[in-house]
């Protein structure tokens, strides 16, 4: 509207540089703070309501998982206390994918063929992985006994005893030193895990995104907690896997630091040693050696009585303490693994029936978590 008496060519000259102005300035969205899709999912995305709020939960429990997983000093760093833990975390999480697939609703029927391969992949490889680390545990309780046998001879005063306690010593030892070669085919199944990292491209699925998304980071906290248990028991850091994640993930803030924390740790104490990071297995590694010279063939000197005593209870503190530590360790790898084949098989029992991809789990923990098969 032009002002009477204004001069008409000035009010076209001003229109026109207040468009041009307008159309130099930045789009601003219509919340104040920003576009929350924009945040957590790749540009072009769209999510109901519903469909975001639970990726926000899966996500936001995940970093909390991972915050409480990061060790509050570095003498835990790797403790068999840890690796429980990490255990535990790891059967949290796996179960949490579990209902996040449930509260999608999302029928095996809808499912693209890629993402039951990506599932049943990993699931394999993964149940091969916990395969390797149950052989590891089971062959340092096996070490277990020769120091069991040790305390007990040392129990009497016989030189024959003594004879045997030292024949013990030396047979830890050399077990202790042996090398596991189930390992080995651990650290090629990792190698492929890394491999098929990468999301898989989803198209026409909203809730297919969401399941692909949240698989992701299931795969990385999975892969990253198995690259520490692979170098605790190779005795080598060379397997540590150092993973970027993009920051449009919640819990990627949380993973970069534990994950950066943790093997910063691993590689700084291997550079100083290399027989093992376990920190219960050196401690009783090192009263062993201290035993040992101490036991000869032809008896103990009197004046040794006393430090024989010592050294000899030392040894069984950290002997039991260790052996309670691989017990719990051995269950919860074995919960791992009983969780990550109830879901593979439930999968593969719904791929026959067209049920929703968990039911078989569900009925299974309704009755006496008897396992699909």
């Known amino acids: 509207m032009m002002i009477s008496g204004e001069d008409p060519s000035l009010s076209v000259l001003v229109l026109v540089c207040v468009q041009m102005s307008r159309a130099q300035e930045p789009h601003r969205p219509f919340l104040p703070f920003g576009n929350p899709f924009r945040m957590i999912l790749p540009k072009g995305t769209q999510l109901s309501p519903k469909l975001l709020a639970l990726l926000n939960n899966f996500e936001d429990t995940l970093a909390t998982r991972l915050k409480k997983l990061k060790p509050a000093d570095k003498e835990d760093v790797l403790r068999v206390s840890w690796m429980i833990s990490a255990m535990v975390a790891l059967c949290e999480i796996h179960t949490d994918i579990k ?40 062959r340092l309780k096996q070490g277990h006994l020769y120091l069991q046998c040790v305390l007990h001879n040392l129990s009497s ?107 910063a740790e691993i590689r700084s104490i291997y550079s100083i040693r290399s027989f093992t990071i376990l920190k219960e297995l050196e401690a009783v590694d090192m009263r062993a050696k201290k035993l040992y010279p101490i036991v000869q063939e032809d008896g103990v000197d009197r004046t040794e009585t006393g430090v024989l005593k010592e050294s000899t209870l030392d040894l069984k503190k950290s002997v039991d303490i260790f052996s309670q530590g691989l017990d719990h360790l051995a269950k919860e790898v074995d919960r791992f693994f009983q969780i990550v084949l109830t879901g593979r098989d439930a999968l593969i029992s719904n791929l026959r029936i067209g049920g929703d991809a968990f039911d078989h789990v569900r009925g299974s923990n309704t009755g006496k978590n008897q396992m699909v098969r």
């Open 99 to 138: 209902t996040l697939i449930t509260s999608l609703e999302l029928p095996v029927s809808d499912w693209e063929d890629k993402w039951i391969d990506v599932y049943l992949a990993n699931s394999v490889k993964l149940l091969d992985i916990c395969i390797s680390f149950s052989s590891e545990v089971a």
């Open 157 to 263: 005063a016989s030189s024959n005893q003594f004879v045997r306690a030292r024949s013990s010593l030396d047979g830890w030892s050399m077990h202790i030193a042996s090398k596991n070669p189930r390992l080995d085919n651990c650290f090629s199944v990792m190698d492929s895990l890394v491999k098929m990292l990468d999301e898989p491209n989803v198209k026409n699925s909203s809730k297919g995104k969401v399941l692909m998304r949240a698989m992701y980071g299931v795969k990385v906290v999975t892969l990253f907690i198995c690259s520490t248990f692979a170098a605790a028991f190779s005795g080598s850091p060379n397997k540590l896997i150092d993973l970027p994640v993009p920051e449009s993930y919640l819990w990627a803030g949380e993973f970069m630091a534990i994950q950066e924390f943790i093997n």
